[in-house]
Nanobody, 124 residues
Framework: QVQLVESGGGLVQPGDSLRLSCAASGRTFSTYDMAWFRQIPGKEREFVAA???????WYGDSGKGRFTIARDNTKNTAYLQMNRLTSDDTAVYYCAAKTRPTPRVVEESEYDLWGQGTQVTVSS
């Protein structure tokens, strides 16, 4: 069973940068579409960014121009580089993998593997 483990969250100040990592077990990581979602307490989980197995990328409105998603198939790891963070970015960030080849990449329901989440807090 493939597992996803996020890391890199923490407490940062407004304007800082942070890079999240999502390490996947298993040998088929390169075939998965990967994504990051986030959830603020009391709100629904929100799409942040996705990268397909062919390196196509999509971004939610919250991260456009500030966040960059990437993957390193040699390390079975996906990344989310977050720049110019604000307090509105405070949330639990989840890594997700879509193991089935479907055309939709921004819908939460398309992803069948999830990490445990990592807390990002932006505060002065």
């Amino acid at each position: 069973q493939v597992q996803l483990v996020e890391s890199g969250g923490g407490l940062v100040q407004p304007g800082d940068s942070l890079r999240l990592s999502c390490a996947a077990s298993g040998r088929t990581f390169s075939t998965y579409d990967m994504a990051w979602f986030r959830q603020i307490p009391g709100k629904e989980r929100e799409f942040v960014a996705a990268i397909t197995s062919t390196d196509g990328t999509w971004y939610g409105d919250s991260g456009k121009g500030r966040f960059t998603i990437a993957r390193d198939n040699t390390k079975n790891t996906a990344y989310l580089q977050m720049n110019r963070l604000t307090s509105d970015d405070t949330a639990v960030y989840y890594c997700a993998a879509k193991t089935r080849p479907t055309p939709r990449v921004v819908e939460e329901s398309e992803y069948d593997l999830w990490g445990q989440g990592t807390q990002v807090t932006v505060s002065s």
